[in-house]
């Protein structure tokens, strides 16, 4: 016979675990936005993978210099979504697919980026909490534009509908 008490607590661990994750998600997602090394650093393991296409795949010191170069140092605006999170736990590691919604804009000229497509990450309980320690982000549309007299112009960058995980 099943012990209900070890099936509820049980359960209780997983949606905890679950609840863990979507906030080290958005605390990730709004450390960028505000542009906060500190805060995007304490998000991963120190041995965390990053692929990140166009940019390329980094180790986590890779991630905060090119991120330092391309984002604190400019007026650039950016806003990053996750939705629809598809997360999986198995004991101490998990592993999410998340939908991503991406915008940057440049106030010194004019220029946005609207970039729609998915992270694949992999999660590890450490003694500081859940930690991200894969992370792969496809692209799947790239809209840049800019604004201009009498409206926008924008160009399809990119448009890949294949999505595997």
């Known amino acids: 016979m099943a012990n209900p008490t070890a099936e509820l607590e049980a359960r209780i661990a997983q949606l905890q675990a679950e609840s863990d994750i ?4 958005a605390r990730y997602l709004n450390a960028c936005d505000a542009k906060d090394l500190a805060a995007m650093r304490g998000c991963f393991t120190e041995d965390a993978e990053i692929l990140y296409p166009p940019l390329g795949r980094f180790d986590l010191d890779g991630l905060m210099e090119i991120f330092e170069r391309l984002a604190t140092t400019t007026a650039v605006v950016d806003v990053h979504q ?15 697919t998340w939908s991503l919604g991406f915008s940057t ?3 010194e000229d004019g220029s946005f980026r609207l970039l729609a497509g998915f992270y694949f990450d992999r999660y590890r309980k450490t003694p500081a909490g859940w930690r991200i320690c894969y992370t792969e982000s496809r692209p799947r549309t790239i809209v840049d534009g800019a ?19």
Do not use: C, T
Request: net charge negative; no cysteine; proline share 2%.
């Open 82 to 96: 996750g939705h629809n999170a598809d997360i999986e736990i198995r004991g101490d590691e998990a592993s999410a």
């Open 22 to 25: 979507r906030r080290l998600k």
């Open 147 to 165: 604004l201009a007299e009498g409206g926008l112009q924008a160009n399809w960058v990119e448009k890949d509908n294949a999505v595997d995980g």
């Open 105 to 107: 804009y440049n106030p």
